[in-house]
């Protein structure tokens, strides 16, 4: 497995391999990998003849400091699980190589899709998103690449993304891995306690609970909303930030499920801001 720190040894891979005729599949990632990484990288592997991660955590996607402060960090171990996978090449760059100050100009704008949700509870992170994911676009130039359906609105707005700038980049989603009892897999859960991690179930009880009602044909946007929140009201240590059920393409709120919808949640636990999400229709 390689590794690689800089831009320009990034891009002279992938001009070679792109010059053999070989498919190059993409991971982002953030490092502190767990299952769901693994997931993706053999994903990836189905569907391209070189794989590459990017290990690289992005300060401009934190809009509080001190969360980007805590972020697990553990490049060792990280690479030890991309070697386990099969990951052709790791992209380890520095701040400098991904931000570099000639390129300080080359912003690409937000989708619309951002600004809600996520983008509402967090200002300024999708904007992080977007420079890190279309400058890594530009070095390792993929030809496609695989993001987890856990962060579906970070999904969509790289897809819309891709096509406003025309990359030419194929987006791959991979459902959302859980634990045995259902926890979406996320770095954040190794800050929780044991005790901690059993009230974070909350999440996903209560996106299971919108589905529930939603198989049983309840199509209320406002009635669904309001199951997601009495689940969570539950156990008050769950502290929710947003319950919303929306367009599932345009992200925007419905009244009527009369078309594919999704489910999204937001919830502190332990000061841990978790997120977890399913799809209706």
């Keep these: 497995m390689m ?30 990998l767990h299952e769901g990484h693994r997931a993706l990288f053999r994903e990836a592997r189905r569907h391209g003849d070189a794989v590459v991660a990017s290990i690289y955590v992005n300060p401009r996607q934190f809009n509080d400091p001190e969360d980007f402060r805590k972020y697990a960090r553990n490049l060792e171990g990280d690479l030890k699980q991309c070697e386990a996978e099969g990951v052709d ?12 100050v000639e390129d300080d100009a080359a912003e690409v704008p937000v989708p619309e899709v951002a600004m809600r949700l996520e983008g509402a509870s ?8 977007v420079a890190v994911v279309s400058r890594l676009f530009r070095i390792v130039r993929p030809h496609l690449a695989v993001f987890g359906r856990k962060d579906y609105q970070q ?15 194929s987006i791959l989603r991979h459902p959302t891995v859980r634990t045995e009892d259902g926890l979406a897999m996320s770095s954040r859960n190794a800050r929780l306690s044991p005790e901690g991690r ?12 919108a589905e529930a009602l939603y198989k049983g044909g309840e199509r209320s946007a406002k009635t669904l909303q309001q199951a997601v929140l009495d689940v969570l009201s539950q156990d ?3 502290r929710p930030d947003y319950a919303a059920v929306v367009d599932a393409e345009t992200l925007e709120d419905l009244i009527t499920l009369d078309r594919p919808a999704l489910v ?6 332990e000061d841990v801001r978790l997120i977890d999400n399913g799809l209706l229709g």
Excluded: N, W
């Design 89 to 100: 090449l790791v992209f380890a760059p520095t701040d400098a190589e991904i931000y570099p």
């Design 122 to 129: 967090r200002p300024g992170h999708f904007d992080g998103v």
């Design 3 to 32: 590794i690689l720190r800089t831009a320009k040894d990034m891009a002279a891979f992938s001009d070679t391999a792109r010059k053999a005729g070989r498919k190059i599949a993409f991971v982002p990632t953030m490092g502190a």
């Design 155 to 169: 999904i969509r707005v790289i897809e819309e993304m891709v096509k406003q700038q025309k990359m030419g980049v």
């Design 264 to 269: 999204a949640v937001a919830a502190f636990v």
């Design 236 to 238: 008050p240590a769950v």
């Design 198 to 209: 059993k009230k974070a179930l909350s999440l996903f009880r209560s996106v299971e609970r």
